[in-house]
Nanobody
């Protein structure tokens, strides 16, 4: 059974920080592309950040300079450090794992991040 479990969400004030973690069970975790996505109420799910097995990263323009994605392949874990949080960062944050051969796509159950004063 393959699983992805996110943790670290919560309620913070604007300007504060949170660190999300995503732990996975797949044997392909270390060679997969890992990503963080988010979905705010009434909006479509959007990519926040991705990281390849060689640690090449991409970020949504809205989070560049504030968020940092990283991974610890030995522990099958990916992280999202979120600094200078804004109310518009409020969403459910999901972890995603993808690999091409074999083609796989796994999602975690999500963790809520709320930024409010």
């Amino acid at each position: 059974q393959v699983w992805l479990v996110e943790s670290g969400g919560g309620l913070v004030q604007p300007g504060e920080s949170l660190r999300l973690s995503c732990a996975g069970s797949s044997s392909l975790f270390s060679i997969s592309v890992m990503g963080w996505y988010r979905q705010a109420p009434g909006k479509q799910r959007e990519m926040v950040a991705t990281i390849t097995s060689s640690r090449t990263t991409t970020y949504a323009d809205s989070v560049k300079g504030r968020f940092t994605i990283s991974r610890d392949s030995a522990k099958n874990t990916v992280f999202l450090q979120m600094n200078s949080l804004k109310p518009e960062d409020t969403a459910v944050y999901y972890c995603r794992q993808t690999y091409s051969r074999p083609a796989i796509e796994y999602w975690g159950q999500g963790t809520q991040v709320t930024v409010s004063s």
